[in-house]
């Protein structure tokens, strides 16, 4: 007879097979859902002429946002080389199809699971004129805490980072998930609000990469209260 223990991984391990079944319904689902919802947005850009002065002239970049506010970047970026780092847990598999329909390339893995490797496949895409995008605080938090992948990237190459946050006046915001996920209601209104380019030296020392990390987090701080305010979005108490 089965110990209690042994039952509990049974179960675990049939529902785990049962949520993997499933897993080819998402992408398709997640790119009508961000097609659907994106179009209808209204949208404003602020601060986007360095941006796209970059994209014009081939010039490599790196663009930083908090996890969480990844909705309207996904639409707005598709069509354009970007490359993104996804998780390897069950919902990295989710995101990273999703992002693979839209035309991004992916790299799995995280700064704990790979890290090394991640980031020379990400140095070595944006060498080959990709954007490298990274969700600074992901794949699993804590939330607003900025990583160290962006920074050393950005100091490898010598290249710059953009910092942008989005917001949309009427959205649903998953509290009980980690990142606080903000979710476009259809035919709000909504903002892209870039930051100024933030330029870095070479200096791979960890107080270095410490300081930039720290700099990254307060600067896409008071961008995503500025993209609020200028969407007319009310924080919570």
């Given at each position: 007879m089965n110990s209690?223990?042994?039952?509990?991984?049974?179960?675990r391990d049939w529902r785990r097979r049962q949520a993997y079944r499933l897993l080819p319904l998402f992408p398709p689902l997640g790119k009508l859902l961000i097609r659907g919802v994106g179009a209808t947005l209204r949208k404003r850009f602020t601060g986007y002429q360095p941006v796209w002065q970059m994209i014009e002239s081939g010039q490599p970049f790196i663009v930083v946002f908090y996890h969480g506010r990844q909705f309207l970047l996904t639409y707005q970026l598709q069509g354009i080389r970007t490359a993104i780092m996804a998780g390897i847990s069950y919902m990295g598999e989710i995101q990273s199809r999703i992002l693979s329909s839209f035309g991004f390339?992916?790299?799995?893995?995280?700064?704990?699971?790979?890290?090394?490797?991640?980031?020379?496949?990400?140095?070595?895409?944006?060498?080959?004129?990709?954007?490298?995008?990274?969700?600074?605080?992901?794949?699993?938090?804590?939330?607003?805490?900025?990583?160290?992948?962006?920074?050393?990237?950005?100091?490898?190459?010598?290249?710059?980072?953009?910092?942008?946050?989005?917001?949309?006046?009427?959205?649903?915001?998953?509290?009980s998930v980690w990142d606080r996920y903000l979710l476009p209601m259809p035919f709000s209104?909504?903002?892209?609000?870039?930051?100024?380019p933030l330029f870095f030296d070479s200096d791979l020392s960890e107080d270095s990469i410490s300081q930039a990390c720290h700099q990254i987090g307060e600067v896409l701080t008071d961008l995503e209260a500025e993209a609020d305010r200028i969407i007319g979005r009310k924080k919570k108490e």
């Open positions: 209690p223990r042994a039952k509990t991984s049974q179960f390339t992916i790299i799995k893995g995280s700064s704990s699971k790979g890290g090394v490797r991640v980031l020379v496949e990400m140095i070595g895409l944006v060498r080959k004129g990709h954007i490298g995008a990274f969700a600074v605080d992901g794949p699993r938090g804590p939330y607003h805490q900025v990583k160290p992948g962006a920074v050393f990237v950005a100091k490898k190459l010598g290249v710059p980072i953009i910092p942008v946050a989005t917001s949309a006046r009427w959205a649903l915001v998953f509290d209104k909504c903002t892209v609000h870039f930051g100024e």
